[in-house]
Structures are given as C-alpha cells and as structure tokens.
C-alpha cells in the first residue's frame, strides 16, 4: 500500500500568499469591506479605501452599553427598533461605522437593511479609553456627514452624556449631563435617564 504524503506550506509562505490576495491599504473597496466583515467577528471600519481594527470592548463598555440598550428598547418599543454593535452602518459610499448602539424611530423604516443600516436617527457611542478622540471628534464628523439627527456621546471617564443635534450639517450641544442630571433628547419626547445609573450599571 503506498502511502500519499502531503507537505502543509510554511504559515511565513501562505501568510505571504494572503497578503498577497488582500487588497492594500487605501485599496479596499466597499464590497471587499463587507466581505471581509462578514467573515470575522473583529469589529473594523472603512474609510474611503482604508479599514481600521478598532478594540474589543472591556467590561465596563458592555456594562454602559447594556444599560443603554435596555433604556432605548423600553422607550421605543413597539413602534421603532434598536440595535447594538457590531452591526454596519453606511455614511455614504466609501464609509462605514460600526456604532455601539443605533436607533430607528419607525421599525419599517427602509434604511433599516439586513446586512447593514443606510442611516439611522440616533446613534450612541461609548467612549473607549484607547483613543476618545475617535468617538468625541472624528465620528461627531462622520455621524453628521450622514445626517444623524442625533449623537449621543457616553464617558465613562467623567461620567457625562453628552448630546448632540444636527442642526443644518453640523452638530450643536443639546446638553451634557452629568450625575445627578437626568439626560434628554431633542429627538425623542419624554426620554429621560438617570445618569448615575448608567454609569453604574458596571456595579450591578
């Protein structure tokens, strides 16, 4: 009986070989992003040919996230839907985010898409401790590059929310609330959350 002996490429030689197949930096384009998100549980954003890893989220992020999510649902059901990350919102052609949470005020709102959302009417982003900048300055950018009626900002660092509202194409500061504030929405009418206990919610 002759035996079939096979030999396995070097991982240096077939990382090589991937590398090779992958487009380069500045070279992806909007199908390629997706098709790549599609098959890792990595959470990555695109910019205009460019795709960015950002960081798994710690503890405390999903702690504040879950809170949120609870809140949004108990205020917008039935009548509108909210998601949390990672799901893939468009800013516009060459441009996709991955917020931690987005909102819909009307559940058959056709911007709402499977395999990702064209737009949303809040989002919400906790801030992450390896680069604040992102959410604080360049997605308050790209989240009103799309129209984003509203952007609400959680900082775990000094426990604030802050809310912004599209005015024209800019945003303006709705409020920024602290513990011992209830936060409010331009948007959503009789919305209103205890600030301390969201930044709780780690505790709990």
Known sequence: MTETITKATPQAALDALLCDLL???????????????????????????????????TDTHQAILAFLYDLFCDY????????????????????????DLLLLRDRSDPRRQDRFW??????????????????LVAKR???AEAGIPEYWIADPRNATIRVLALESET?????????????????????????????????S
């Open 23 to 57: 487009p380069r930096q500045g070279c992806w384009s909007d199908e390629e992003y997706l098709w790549l998100t599609d098959h890792t549980n990595r959470l990555i954003e695109f910019t205009d040919g460019h795709i960015e890893e950002l960081p798994m989220p």
């Open 76 to 99: 917008i059901r039935p009548r509108g839907v909210v998601r949390f990350a990672s799901l893939r919102l468009c800013i516009r052609e060459g441009k996709f985010r991955e917020p």
């Open 141 to 143: 950018t790209d989240y």
């Open 171 to 203: 945003y303006v500061e709705h409020g920024v609330f602290a513990r011992g504030d209830a936060a409010t929405s331009r948007l959503l009418d009789g919305l209103s959350m205890d600030v301390g206990a969201v930044f709780d919610a780690p505790e």
């Open 118 to 135: 064209l737009g949303a009417d809040l989002v919400v982003e906790v801030v992450s401790a390896d680069c604040p900048q992102r959410d």
